[in-house]
Nanobody, 119 residues
Framework: QVQLVESGGGLVQAGGSLRLSCVAS????????MGWYRQAPGKQRELVAR???????NYADSVKGRFTISRDNAKNTVYLQMNSLKPEDTAVYYC?????????????WGQGTQVTVSS
């Protein structure tokens, strides 16, 4: 069974930085893409950043120039370095992976980690 486990969330002042990590575990044959999404209270879940196996990336316009996504393929891990954080970045951040496991190709989610940015 595949699991995604996030870590690194917390409380930070505006202008500060946080680094999120997400490890995928279980029987995984190939990870096609990994990414981070976020959901603020009363809002829909939105894409923050995504990275493919070939290290192609895309970012939400609101985080470009402030956030950097990276991955370690050998460790099935994706990172999100968040700099110059703003109060509007406050949300639950979810890790996502599109991968090939025992049951075939699937879309997997972590449990979420809270990021709170105070003004």
């Amino acid at each position: 069974q595949v699991q995604l486990v996030e870590s690194g969330g917390g409380l930070v002042q505006a202008g500060g930085s946080l680094r999120l990590s997400c490890v995928a575990s279980g029987i995984i044959f190939r990870i096609n893409a990994m990414g981070w999404y976020r959901q603020a209270p009363g809002k829909q879940r939105e894409l923050v950043a995504r990275i493919t196996t070939g290290s192609g990336t895309n970012y939400a316009d609101s985080v470009k120039g402030r956030f950097t996504i990276s991955r370690d393929n050998a460790k099935n891990t994706v990172y999100l370095q968040m700099n110059s954080l703003k109060p509007e970045d406050t949300a639950v951040y979810y890790c996502n992976a599109v991968l090939l496991g025992l049951t075939g190709r699937g879309d997997y989610w972590g449990q979420g980690t809270q990021v709170t940015v105070s003004s």
